[in-house]
């Protein structure tokens, strides 16, 4: 059974580094995408980004380029989300999820992780 | 990448049908085969309810149906019942080495 299990909920303050977890488990991790879905308060879905574990080739969305690092580790199946420095306008729920990637794009998206609430205040 | 556009709400009595839109442009919806559609609850992470536009995943009841026509993808549900209430997010591919786009989400109320 493939489960996400993403870290628990966080409370920053604005400038502050921040990394969230997402273990994988029940797939090879190494030969499958996994990204970051961002959902902030009361808005819809975006993607972050998503990278390759085998060989770390990493695709961001336009709009965070720079914003944030996406990283894995394969010998503890784990994804990363992480940000230097945090603005309050990271507050979110960020999910990880396990898409289907054809030549660089999603085509679906059949399992994700329960989310972590990240919270920064100014 | 723009978002999909849906309506923001849509509603119906248990046991009617109700059908909810997604338009996008020919780069995304109108060009590919690759429409999602995702149930979310309340605090609760998306579900996958359709992908390449029809087809329903194991577990997912028929009520559930999807089709698409030019730039438009739309999810229906039969037979409406109460579980059904939820936040519903379309999804299309892209084209190569993009990220895909959602939809701007479109909230089911049960009357």
């Known amino acids: 059974e493939v489960q996400l299990v993403q870290s628990g909920a966080e409370v920053k303050k604005s400038g502050e580094s921040l990394k969230i977890s997402c273990k994988a488990s029940?797939?090879?991790?190494?030969?499958?995408?996994i990204g970051w879905v961002r959902q902030m308060p009361g808005k819809g879905l975006a993607w972050m980004g998503i990278?390759?574990?085998?060989?770390?080739?990493?695709r961001y969305s336009p709009s965070l380029q720079g914003q944030v690092t996406i990283s894995a580790d394969k010998s503890s199946s784990t994804a990363y989300l992480q940000w230097s420095s945090l603005r309050a306008s990271d507050t979110a729920m960020y999910y990880c999820?396990?898409?289907?990637?054809?030549?660089?794009?999603?085509?679906?998206?059949?399992?994700w992780g329960q989310g972590t609430p990240v919270t920064v205040s100014s | 990448q723009s978002a999909l556009t849906q309506p923001p709400s849509a509603s119906g009595s248990p046991g009617q049908s109700v059908t909810i839109s997604c338009t996008g442009t020919?780069?995304?919806?109108?060009?590919?085969?690759?429409v999602s559609w995702f149930q979310q609850n309340p605090g609760k992470a998306p579900k996958l309810m359709i992908y390449?536009?029809?087809k329903r995943p194991s577990g997912v009841p028929d009520r559930f149906s999807g089709s698409k026509s030019g730039n438009t993808a739309s999810l229906t549900v039969s037979g409406l019942q109460a579980e059904d209430e939820a936040d519903y997010y379309c999804?299309?591919?892209?084209?190569?080495?993009?990220?895909?786009?959602f939809g701007g989400g479109t909230k089911l109320t049960v009357l």
């Open positions: 390449e536009v029809n």
């Open positions: 029940g797939y090879s991790f190494s030969s499958d995408w």
């Open positions: 990278i390759y574990p085998a060989d770390s080739d990493t």
């Open positions: 999804s299309s591919y892209a084209g190569t080495d993009n990220l895909g786009v």
């Open positions: 999820a396990r898409p289907n990637v054809i030549r660089g794009g999603i085509t679906r998206v059949d399992y």
């Open positions: 020919s780069s995304d919806v109108g060009g590919y085969s690759s």
